[in-house]
């Protein structure tokens, strides 16, 4: 079999690049490699040239094409992130619809397959990712295509009745019908979506698979993972260096402790809802001022997008409001630096933090909070505190959950994560660690593309609404056990594993929540 992966933008990788690029994008490229593949999709050029750009790398092949700066304005500033995005993390008011995107988005999706069809052989499978990419396998199907497709949906998928505020909701929802299989992030999404399904387009739900028409489609949760080795390393190895940023870092901090926040500056990251929480907290805990400085690095994200805009301006008055509100001449309590930087910096960053602030309002797995467990020194960890509204959440019960829509809340765990004795932080990043061991981004990408390939699905992994499932040997948690038993610490990974399957701390947490017990994640 050949892979195919597809996803928005595609980064054709620099000979010397591995290093430094993320886990997901090394992850598909290694899948790619093993299979021999195809990756496809935009180049992230606007530009009048449209024709397809093929690119050699080994034994993958990169074809990227361009957008015109209409199909840029529609189909990916307008209908992917002025519409589906603020509505898959349930912000109805920011969700603006216009027709004419919609249109673009159409467009091209259906350019895309046209492009795409040509190259495809018979033995290929075809794995498609994210939301901008939703109806292209139903034109794939249009065009004669029947090669086995899969679709990965990176980010929240909202209840039926939140989606059905966006016009066209349930024609777009039909087209994930033309997939074989549909991954999500949580069994929360893998539910949702099922109910849209059958909400929205009169689908048949048996417990295993989602009919409709003729076809059959399998919808599971798959969450996605790091490469923990890779990233403990760079974060050990960055400590080491000479002239880092965290050198630079912690000389300015001095005996100060530091808590981090590392996001795109994004709504859904929550990232003006936590200075505000930092800001209480130094307001409920005076005697913590001077002693602790909070840095929020935030990149710049889809800033042609208005409400990216005004994020970026807020949370620069927030913060500016704050410092100026209970700084002392030498002492700034927040830092917001809006650049991106390496992975090996960031790595660093994280091990020198004491607490991982990470509380996105809504989040479809968040690998920050992952990283941020990757990178500490087991001798003398961090603490994690995390939204319950990040995907990683309903996996990391062993984390401080918070609610991120409540300041106070937020505000008492980092003081709790500041005072937390040195035996509970082992205990509680030991716990963690070994569930992000055992469900890596490798493990990640074999289960899926198992469960793509045709293996069967178990019928725990699609719930009827209101029934919780069985746990079942599956493929996924046959290779999820090969993989935590081929790892250094087999008998620690197992137990975790069997923990985190069972009535884990996360399952306590989510029930306790007052959510059903389908939130938590088994792996
Ligand atoms: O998962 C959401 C996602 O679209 C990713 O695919 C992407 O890497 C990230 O958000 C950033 O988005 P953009 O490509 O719009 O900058």
């Excluded at 387009?201 to 417990?207: I, N, V």
């Excluded at 079942?472 to 056990?481: D, K, M, Q």
Aim: net charge positive.
């Amino acid at each position: 079999m050949r892979l195919v992966v597809v996803s928005n933008r595609v980064t054709i990788p620099d000979r010397h690049e591995k290093a430094t690029a993320g886990g997901l994008a090394v992850a598909l490229r290694e899948a790619l490699e093993r299979h021999g593949g195809l990756w496809f999709g935009w180049s992230g050029v606007v530009g009048a040239a449209r024709q397809l750009r093929e690119t050699q790398r080994g034994n993958v092949t990169y074809a990227v094409t361009d957008l015109s700066e209409a199909e840029r304005e529609s189909y990916y500033l307008g209908f992917s992130n002025r519409a589906l995005w603020p509505i898959m993390h349930y912000r109805l008011g920011l969700t603006e619809f216009q027709r004419s995107d919609y249109m673009g988005y159409l467009g091209v999706n259906r350019r895309f397959a046209r492009e795409l069809a040509g190259m495809i052989r018979p033995d290929d499978v075809i794995w498609i990712h994210d939301y901008h990419l939703i109806p292209l396998a139903a034109e794939l199907r249009r065009r004669g295509v029947t090669n086995r497709i899969g679709y990965f949906h990176h980010i929240p998928w909202p209840s039926a009745d939140t989606l059905t505020a966006l016009p066209f909701s349930a024609t777009l929802v039909r087209t994930l019908a033309a997939y074989d299989l549909v991954g999500v992030q949580t069994r929360l999404d893998a539910r949702n979506l099922v109910d849209c399904l059958v909400m929205l387009c009169g689908a048949k739900f048996d417990g295993r698979r989602v009919r409709l028409g003729l076809r059959e489609t399998a919808v599971r949760a798959f969450p996605i993972g790091i490469d923990v080795e890779a990233f403990r390393r760079l974060a050990a190895a960055s400590v080491r260096q000479a002239a880092t940023p965290l050198r630079a870092t912690r000389e300015s901090l001095g005996e100060r402790k530091l808590v981090i926040g590392v996001d795109r500056l994004d709504y859904s990251k929550g990232i003006v809802q936590r200075l505000e929480a930092f800001g209480q907290f130094l307001r409920s805990h005076p005697e913590e001022r001077g002693r602790v400085g909070l840095l929020q690095i935030a990149p710049p994200s889809r800033s042609d997008v208005p409400e990216y805009a005004e994020l970026d301006r807020m949370s620069d008055e927030v913060a500016g409001r704050l410092n100026a509100q209970l700084g002392e001449f030498d002492w700034t309590p927040i830092r917001v630096v809006k650049k991106a930087y390496s992975r090996t910096a960031l790595a660093g960053l994280y091990r020198s933090a004491q607490v991982g602030l990470v509380t996105p309002m809504r989040d479809g797995m968040n690998l920050v909070a992952k990283e941020y467990v990757a990178a500490q020194n087991p001798a003398d960890p961090g603490v994690l505190v995390l939204s319950r509204f990040a995907g990683a959440a309903q996996q990391l019960g062993e984390a401080l959950i918070v609610n991120p829509y409540d300041t106070h809340e937020v505000a008492e765990a980092i003081r709790t994560a500041l005072a937390m004795p040195k035996s509970e932080r082992i205990r509680r990043f030991e716990a963690l660690y070994q569930i992000i061991e055992a469900s890596g981004i490798h493990w990640w990408t074999r289960c899926y593309l198992e469960a793509l390939a045709g293996e069967p699905v178990a019928a725990e992994d699609v719930e009827p609404p209101g029934k919780a499932g069985a746990k079942a040997e599956t493929p996924a948690r046959r290779a999820g056990a090969r993989s935590a038993r081929s790892t250094t610490r087999p008998a620690a990974q197992e137990r975790g594993e069997a923990r985190d399957a069972s009535a884990g701390p996360g399952r306590k947490r989510a029930s306790a929540a007052g959510e059903a017990s389908h939130l938590t994640l088994v792996r």
